[in-house]
């Protein structure tokens, strides 16, 4: 009897695919213009900012501002809105079904972790949040690999199943303290401020996994939110 409930949890949690979380570059060529919206049900960013599928725009933030409240009310407003087109003199749009979002938390604490879970769990978003929280006392690589997870699970929602992926990343500021505290331990020489200097090249090879490919359905599209250390806005990694 035991044997054989092991053996149906094995065959719960067979994957259906096994992809690189490094992810493959997009040929540019590829990609199509950004053309249809993003709604985030928050009117300062629909009307003055929009975001259209596909794009990545980031969203500055410091310490002790709300932007944990503003991802998670994100996460329950946001949808996508079609081009209105006349018909029989009649307006047809409105939102569509094929919509997910993937949200990953980086170095959170755990009052922060269990706010997300909390606040996802209670306004019904979690039936359509893939969910990553890496908390503040797990290993260091797991904070660096934690976004690239987040990134290969939108890429098979958007290429594979046809999805419109919103891609939401906290703290990218906890993700660059990883890349310094990692280069550190390997001796290699610092930048600025001691961060290394493939920083930049390695943050490009995560935002530029956003976009439209010519011939899929589906998009992705990131929001990436940094909190900027002693609201510097020189700072390196903002």
Do not use: W
């Amino acid at each position: 009897m035991v044997l054989g409930s092991l053996l149906i949890m094995v065959l719960l949690f067979l994957p259906e695919a096994y992809l690189d979380i490094s992810g493959s570059s997009i040929n540019p060529s590829e990609r199509t213009y950004p053309e249809e919206m993003i709604q985030t049900g928050i009117s300062t960013i629909d009307v003055m900012n929009s975001i259209a599928r596909g794009q990545k725009i980031p969203l500055f933030s410091a310490a002790g501002l709300p932007h944990n409240e503003i991802a998670a009310q994100i996460c329950r407003q946001a949808g996508l809105v079609k081009r209105l087109e006349k018909s029989e003199n009649l307006l047809e749009g409105g939102e569509e079904d094929n919509f997910a979002i993937v949200f990953a938390a980086m170095g959170v604490n755990m009052e922060t972790a269990q706010f997300f879970k909390r606040d996802f769990e209670e306004n019904g978003s979690m039936e359509r949040v893939t969910l990553f929280l890496n908390l503040a006392n797990d290993p260091t690589i797991e904070r660096i690999i934690t976004p690239r997870i987040a990134l290969t699970t939108a890429e098979y929602l958007a290429y594979e199943c046809g999805k419109h992926v919103l891609v939401i990343l906290t703290d990218m500021s906890s993700y660059a303290d990883a890349l310094r505290e990692v280069s550190a331990a390997r001796e290699e020489v610092p930048g600025r401020r001691g961060y290394p200097g493939y920083m930049y090249t390695d943050l490009a090879t995560i935002y530029e996994r956003a976009g439209r490919i010519e011939g899929r359905t589906g998009s992705i599209t990131q929001i990436p939110i940094l909190t900027m250390p002693n609201d510097d806005i020189t700072h390196p990694h903002p």
